[in-house]
């Protein structure tokens, strides 16, 4: 047994244990979406970038990787590819490992397009992540061999928003192109940063890590653009005309008359904001996670982690977590307020 092995054995793993090496940079908000960077000395240039890699389809539920680089890939968790060619769209399932200069086709990956044919050719794809509201069904089915094993789950999340209510992903992406373009142009990469916390309205909804400045460069935008991008649409859809200020945010006092008042209001507002978003970190740091080893490589050990309140992947060697990719659990997140009520006493 290797000690990637040993360390999979361990019982639990914290989210402080995740995000050991990492500090927090200043948060971004817009609108109800929070961000919060993590940033790393931590550089590890072992990792090439997912952008730079091979990528096609042999058969349906199949997606084929290639690494023509001498560096190790990391598949990112949920990873797909919606293209021009008329060829049948595919996603992952799962989180993966692909030796340097080798290649691996991973048949448990899924259709996102139903009534297409075709493969796609083998080339540089630009890549998405699937919806947050896709992400967790996915990863629940990582095991099967199943093409259309998505279909439905996308079906009801077009029909949610508004979309054609088929498997098909791209017709949410077509009707709501120009709100996720606008959304991933309003939150910016920082240098040494290698990922973040996520909140929606004040609460935590993702935890993203990655090995390396350039992988992190190359991933955040098809995070922010398609998989929390599409989880602040549909929050908004959600509220309809009922529309409030984010949770923290407070109305400006109307006594304020002059721009430096209204600069230090508005600072002090995005102060205290910030302040409740981290205490809403500050009480998961300690909570342990279940761990389901998956694959091993030569030195490197893929896991999926559950938690009551979040699931999701992650990528380590030895002790070093290299990758997490966590999110919110759905019924969790509907059932918030019942789990944050207080404590009946007397």
Known sequence: MNLNQL???????????????????????????????????????????PNEIQVGTGSYGSLFFENPTDQLLIVPAHVGYVIEQRAQDHAMAHADIVDKRSDKTCDTAMCIQESQGGYMDKGKHKMLILPFSLREIALNKRKE??????????????????????????????KFKKELDEFVAEFESLP????AIILLDGEVVGIERTPSYSYWKAIWPALIRECYGSLAIEYQTSMGEDLTLPKGRVALDENVTTLPELRKALEDAEAAMEEMAKEKIRGLLTDTFEREMEQTHSILTLETLTHSQFVGQIIHEKENILYASMIVKQQWYKQRAWHQAEPFVV
């Not at 999979?8 to 990492?22: V, W």
């Not at 961000?35 to 931590?42: A, E, K, Q």
């Not at 094993?149 to 996308?154: A, F, G, M, R």
């Not at 040494?192 to 990922?195: E, F, N």
Request: charged share 25%.
């Open 7 to 49: 360390f999979s054995r361990k019982k639990g793993i914290t989210i402080q244990e995740l995000l050991k090496g990492t500090s927090i940079g200043r948060m971004q908000s817009v609108g109800y979406m929070q961000v919060i960077p993590l940033l790393s000395d931590l550089d590890d240039d072992r990792f090439v970038s």
């Open 145 to 174: 061999k199943k093409y259309s094993k998505l279909w439905e789950s996308i079906t009801q999340f077009n029909k949610n928003l508004g979309a054609k209510p088929k498997g098909h992903l791209e017709y949410f992406l077509k």
């Open 192 to 195: 040494r940063q290698v990922g």
